[in-house]
């Protein structure tokens, strides 16, 4: 098996299968009917890892989280009145419960409104203020009690990136899930940027070659929001030094790994990078392989990869 085999491989079984993509597309489609039924919005659109197709395959009981903003008019809604549309989006999520035998549990959320669904997948609801169409948004930070200037559609650089990011976040899941999801999307972005990327190998260990420098102190900031410094929770948590040292120990791996793909010693070289992949925190391969139970479809428009693979 050659290395670029052995990623294809890995990342197919990351996927959701064809049911989980089609429960999650008809639920975020039928509620964000039924909350333009009830309210003269803006706009609704689709963000985070569902819309930049970096989904992957959830570990055990966790839910698969889906987002989508739902903006209102700046002329019908201030600032001011970030709370209360907070509070009218929660009553109407209310209501739809009611009619939806399939929602468990409406939960209030530092930013957004959870909505449980039975089947191991919630959807975050984001009221959000237009403040200008495409670019500009504001929401509410129930924990600082201030609105925030946002926008998601600028995250989707990370789009030419996706199998590597699908395998990054699989990585996290087993070895670092203290990381969040978001900024590991971001570092990929910030390190591998516009290069063209020969093959799995060359990009994931450009990525660990790289990720340690970039990782020294707080500083990756968010497209939508330079104010917002994505990886300040690795101080606040005190896991940054952690990290940094695992870092540095999947680096020596993945060089090794590159030198034996070099010298064509690809069954040797797979080997190693299943050190990095097929081993969990405690060094242990046999309870994190990826599954799948049938074909995988993503149901929207697929991304293109940056390179046919």
Request: glycine share 4%.
């Amino acid at each position: 098996m050659t290395t670029e085999e052995f990623f294809k491989e890995l990342a197919s079984k990351l996927e959701l299968t064809k049911s989980e993509s089609d429960k999650i597309s008809q639920k975020h489609n039928e509620l964000r009917e039924k909350l333009r039924e009830k309210f003269p919005v803006e706009d609704d659109f689709l963000t985070g890892s569902y819309a930049r197709n970096t989904i992957i395959r959830q570990k055990d009981d966790k839910k698969f989280d889906v987002d989508f903003f739902l903006a209102f008019s700046q002329k019908d809604y201030g600032e001011t009145e970030l709370p209360d549309l907070l509070g009218m989006v929660k009553n109407a999520l209310e209501q739809i419960k009611n009619g939806d035998a399939d929602i468990v549990e409406i939960q209030e959320q530092k930013r957004s409104i959870g909505v449980i669904y039975k089947d191991n997948f919630q959807i975050d609801v984001v009221p959000a203020i237009q403040i200008e169409k495409d670019k500009r948004y504001k929401i509410f930070d129930k924990s600082t009690l201030q609105a925030v200037e946002s926008n998601p559609k600028l995250h989707g650089g990370v789009k030419r990136l996706v199998p590597i990011v699908k395998l990054l976040k699989f990585w996290k899941r087993e070895k670092c899930d203290y990381v969040k999801s978001f900024h590991l999307e971001m570092l990929a972005v910030d390190i591998l940027g516009d290069e063209e990327i020969s093959s799995y190998s060359q990009g994931l260990a450009k990525f660990f070659a790289n990720a340690e420098q970039n990782l020294q102190s707080a500083g990756t900031k968010d497209p939508a929001n330079e104010d917002n410094i994505i990886d300040e929770y690795l101080d606040d948590d005190g896991t940054r030094a952690k990290l940094l040292g695992l870092i540095s120990e999947e680096n020596k791996v993945a060089k090794n790994a590159i030198r034996l793909e070099n010298e064509e010693k690809n069954d040797e070289s797979v080997k190693e990078w299943k050190e990095i992949f097929a081993k969990d925190e405690n060094g242990d391969s046999s309870k994190n392989q990826p599954y799948s139970s049938g074909p995988t479809v993503i149901n929207r428009s697929p991304s293109k990869p940056w390179c046919n693979v």
